[in-house]
């Protein structure tokens, strides 16, 4: 086709047309690797915010009545069940019963708490009572439990029974209940392994739902875990759920339940529904089409508002991004038509020739198309590439301009977070094309509208 | 080569004018002409009498604001775009007084690009490069194939641009001052080069000229004046 040997003629002849090349290589590989980073940052943030969350959590209304073959019952309260009929769905990996409720926790005697409300060593928490090898199943507590310790080492003895036995710890009367305490508490309140702390907090009766009174109980720390939420560690406390139960007793063995499912993505709203059905079938559950379903909730519903505020600014940047794009594709439209407008005596000759309008239209759009060709497979490299060699490049430039680019204290990574986002990247790619095909759309509109004799009148 | 044969090219009450500001401004007030095949034709006329916007209308660049332009015997300006596309491609040839090559094309390529326009591809397209060849050679320009017109000069470009012209075997061959901007010799040679083609192949030619001595060259000498046919006098031509 002499459309395409011409543009090639015209594009070697012109070194200006690489300007536009230069142009969408630069919006597309910037474009894909601030893609990659911000979804990263993304997935990483997501990890963090996840903590030692499960995939999905029931929450059953325990006490409101619920319709169980043909009577009005309370929900059943007993663990045993519910896991076992929870396990019994084939998209379950795993489940474990919590035993929930919230205390005060006091490290210093009760006497300083009143003296100086504002600046005693108190703080609310969160109690989690739970059997060690169930939760191992569903979250990452184990590892949390192994991971290197920011204070001196304050590990448990044996992750494999965290409840177990305590080195160095030699009661004086009947040994206290072992607790297991978030990382950043324990380096708040200097808590040790073999310390003991004191939780204070309410019962309630369990038929009118009134505070009875306030109790109070001593615990032994039995070692920190360190998961990768900062707030989770600050306010979490993990003991024994037996220990729970029967503490707080009201005839339920459990409040919540923690699922881990095989597939999260994929089946997260199948598993939903198929547990809301099954789970009111054995007088666990509410009737989901009463609730809505709320009994079981997926973990994103719980940081719903963080995570909805991170692919909101994913978004945001996206859109100035593009203006990137827009820039890029106006250098096209621009050398194209600086182009156009030169070759005008070209144009007339071409037409004398015998070129028809269509014939000189293609000859600058294929101009155009080789640009964006050019342009973004080399910006679609270029920005893989980037996005794979992130750390080594940052490291490179840093060495070279002497300070930190990536401040690894800022964020809580110790390196740079990437995620390869096909879908983004496709479309990052095709944008570019298209736009830059649109740019060059107009002045290649334009050539072949020109009059052939008002080009060929001079030289 | 007798007259009665159909013209190739007959130019029936043609009108053209152009806004000038406010002013229209009538530069051809119904031109008729007619043009024998094989015929070779010499439009003379003072600057501004509308030859070139004659030609223009006739080469199916600019269309007439009336009147027809029939090119062996159909209404050249009532067909699309396309197919007037095609008859500019192998019925028609141009060669103007700027030489009109492309820059960025070397002598062969310039004078390929008419095959290339008509979409010639693979064998066909090699074909017609040998042809372009062996004529460019012809014209004595076989050192110069690779060379860009930059580097070519006025009388070589010419050349070029008459081998591009003949490359389709036109019927009728449209020159507007083809030597206005050669020396005396060269313009001697480059017409020599043309009249003797037109020997060969017995193509139509239309020359606009300024040049008396051209002229007597030519067997039909039209005389153009403010828009309008004037004097037409045919002569033997002289060898
Ligand atoms: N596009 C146009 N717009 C306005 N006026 C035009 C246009 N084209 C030609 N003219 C006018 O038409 C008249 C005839 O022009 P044309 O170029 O046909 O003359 P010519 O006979 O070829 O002259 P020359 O011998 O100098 O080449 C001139 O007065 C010119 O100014
Ligand atoms: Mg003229």
């Not at chain 1, 996840?50 to 007993?78: F, N, T, W």
């Not at chain 1, 519910?82 to 489940?95: F, R, Y």
């Not at chain 1, 310390?195 to 070692?223: I, M």
């Not at chain 2, 699309?80 to 070397?106: K, M, T």
């Amino acid at each position: 086709m002499y459309q395409t040997f011409l543009s090639f003629r015209y594009l070697r002849a012109r070194p200006i047309s690489w300007i536009g090349v230069a142009g969408i290589f630069v919006a597309v590989s910037a474009l894909i690797l601030i893609l990659s980073i911000m979804s990263g940052f993304l997935a990483e943030t997501r990890n963090h915010l996840r903590g030692s969350l499960s995939d999905l959590l029931i929450q059953p209304h325990l006490d409101r009545v619920l319709m169980h073959e043909g009577q009005s019952v309370l929900p059943k309260r007993d663990s045993a069940g519910i896991l076992e009929a929870v396990l019994e769905d084939p998209l379950v990996a795993g489940a474990s019963a919590h035993y929930t409720w919230y205390g005060m926790l006091a490290a210093a005697g009760r006497e300083r708490m009143l003296s100086d409300v504002n600046h005693g060593d108190l703080a609310l928490v969160k109690l989690v009572g739970i059997d060690a090898s169930e939760e191992y199943s569903v979250s990452n507590l184990e590892e949390d439990l192994k991971r290197v310790s920011l204070i001196s080492d304050e590990r448990v003895a044996d992750p494999s029974d965290p409840f177990g036995p305590i080195p160095g710890y030699e009661p004086d009367g009947r040994p206290l209940d072992p607790i297991l305490v978030g990382e950043q508490l324990a380096r708040f309140w200097g808590l040790r392994r073999g310390r003991t702390l004191e939780l204070v907090t309410a019962v309630l009766d369990p038929k009118t739902g009134n505070a009875q009174e306030a109790v109070s109980r001593s615990f032994v720390v039995a070692g920190t875990f360190r998961s990768k939420n900062n707030d989770f560690d600050m306010s979490t406390l993990y003991l024994p759920r037996s220990v729970m139960a029967e503490w707080f007793g009201a005839g339920r063995e459990f409040t919540d339940v923690a699922v881990k499912l095989k597939d999260y993505k994929g089946t997260k709203a199948a598993a939903q529904a198929s547990l809301a059905v099954r789970l009111h079938e054995l007088g666990y559950l509410h009737d989901p089409e009463v609730t809505g379903g709320m009994e079981i909730r997926p973990w994103e519903d719980f940081q719903r508002s963080m995570l909805a505020a991170i692919e909101n600014e994913k978004g945001l940047l996206g859109i100035m991004l593009s203006l990137v794009l827009l820039v890029a594709a106006f250098s096209v439209f621009a050398i194209l038509s600086m182009l156009v407008q030169e070759k005008r005596r070209d144009i007339g000759i071409l037409c004398a020739l015998g070129a028809s309008q269509w014939g000189v239209m293609g000859t600058f759009l294929m101009i155009g198309l080789w640009e964006a060709l050019l342009g973004t497979l080399l910006g679609l490299g270029a920005g893989i590439w980037a996005t794979l060699n992130i750390n080594a490049i940052e490291q490179a430039l840093s060495n070279t301009f002497g300070f930190q680019i990536f401040n690894r204290e800022a964020y809580a990574f110790d390196h740079i977070p990437t995620v390869i986002e096909g879908g983004g990247i496709a479309a990052i790619v095709l944008g570019a094309f298209t736009a830059s095909l649109l740019a060059a759309a107009l002045p290649a509109w334009r050539a072949a509208r020109l009059n052939p004799v008002e080009g060929l009148r001079h030289e | 080569m007798s007259e009665s044969t159909t013209p190739i090219l007959s130019v029936r009450g043609v009108r053209r004018s152009f806004q000038a500001g406010e002013r229209k401004l009538e530069v051809l007030h119904g031109v008729n002409l007619d043009l024998a095949a094989h015929g070779r034709l010499c439009l003379m006329g003072s600057s501004g009498a509308g030859k070139t916007t004659l030609l223009n209308i006739i080469g199916l660049l600019d269309r007439p604001d009336e009147g027809e332009v029939m090119l062996q015997g159909q209404d050249a300006w009532s067909l699309p775009n396309s197919s007037r596309a095609g008859l500019r491609n192998r019925i028609l040839g141009f060669v103007f007084q700027f030489y009109h090559l492309l820059p960025e094309l070397d002598a062969l390529e310039n004078t390929t690009l008419p095959a290339r326009l008509a979409g010639a591809r693979g064998t066909r397209l090699r074909e017609y490069r040998s042809k372009a060849k062996s004529s460019l050679e012809a014209f004595g320009l076989g050192q110069r194939l690779h060379h860009r017109p930059g580097k070519l000069s006025g009388g070589e470009q010419q050349r070029v641009a008459i081998a591009r012209a003949l490359l389709m075997e036109p019927q009728l061959l449209i020159a507007d001052e083809p030597t206005g901007n050669l020396d005396r010799a060269t313009g001697d040679r480059v017409l020599d080069l043309l009249f003797e083609e037109q020997q060969r192949r017995g193509f139509a030619l239309l020359l606009v000229t300024h040049d008396q001595r051209l002229a007597k060259r030519c067997e039909r000498i039209v005389h153009m004046e403010d828009g309008q046919i004037q004097a037409d006098s045919t002569t033997p031509i002289p060898h």
